[in-house]
Nanobody
């Protein structure tokens, strides 16, 4: 059984920084792409950033230059460093990963979500 556990969410002042972490555990053989999504109240879930197993990253335009996604393949973790936070970054942030296990290949898994609140 695969589980994604997120940490690092909380309350932060506008202009400040926050680092989110997500750890995958279970009978994992490989993890291809790992991603961070976010969903603000009343809004559609949005892809924030993704990173391949080789470290190639992509970002939604609104966070380019402010957020950095990284991963540790040995630990099966993915982080999201968020700098220069804005009020509009307030959302529930979700970890997502394409994982192959001993029982099934290429399954999309989701974390439980962690709240990020940016205050002024």
């Amino acid at each position: 059984q695969v589980q994604l556990v997120e940490s690092g969410g909380g309350l932060v002042q506008a202009g400040g920084s926050l680092r989110l972490s997500c750890a995958a555990s279970g009978s994992i053989l490989t993890i291809s792409t790992m991603r961070w999504y976010r969903q603000a109240p009343g809004k559609q879930r949005e892809l924030v950033a993704g990173i391949t197993s080789r470290g190639s990253a992509n970002y939604v335009d609104s966070v380019k230059g402010r957020f950095t996604i990284s991963r540790d393949n040995g630990k099966n973790t993915v982080d999201l460093q968020m700098n220069s936070l804005k009020l509009e970054d307030t959302a529930v942030y979700y970890c997502n990963a394409d994982i192959t296990t001993r029982y099934k290949a290429g399954v999309d898994y989701w974390g439980q979500g962690t709240q990020v609140t940016v205050s002024s």
